[in-house]
């Protein structure tokens, strides 16, 4: 007979935890996040920004365009304001009920162009740029479940010393 240790289910809750915590967040677009971080990444002065619009337009089929308006304090303290705009590809094959409820998601993740006021950066900015923040990204997800693991080890050696 196989013996089932009491702390399986804790710790099976636990590992579902971890794992789930890095998909909670904002409901935002992923396309308009990234939108937002690859600005934010081009502005390295900036102290603080503050988004002020965010307009998708659609060139059915060919692409979106994700437009980011913002005002940026530097580290002296002024204040400016820019825009941004990621366009992002057509990628799907046929229209459901998820692309006309969100029509964003028929769309590339990634953009193959970006202007930032009204500059349009090179194909190798932009891929420096891209390559750059999903190395960031990948980063803060690993740190995420490298803290949950600590976390759930805590809470096992916890419940063992009980």
Known sequence: MIN???LRPILAATLAGVFLAGCSGTTEDVRVTLCKNLTQ??????????????????VRPEYAVT?????????DGRRSSGQSACHY???TLDETAMTLANPL???ANLPFAMTIDGRALSDAELLTLVNGE????????V??????????????????GQ
């Open 89 to 91: 590809a057509y990628e």
């Open 4 to 6: 089932k240790s009491p």
């Open 105 to 107: 998601t028929a769309y």
């Open 67 to 75: 437009g980011l308006t913002f005002d940026v304090t530097d580290k």
């Open 143 to 160: 740190e995420t479940l490298e803290q949950g693991a600590r976390d759930m080890a805590d809470k096992v050696r916890a419940g063992i």
């Open 134 to 141: 999903q190395r960031r990204q990948g980063r803060k997800i």
């Open 41 to 58: 990444s081009l502005l390295p002065s900036a102290q603080s920004i503050e988004w002020t619009g965010n307009e998708n337009t659609f």
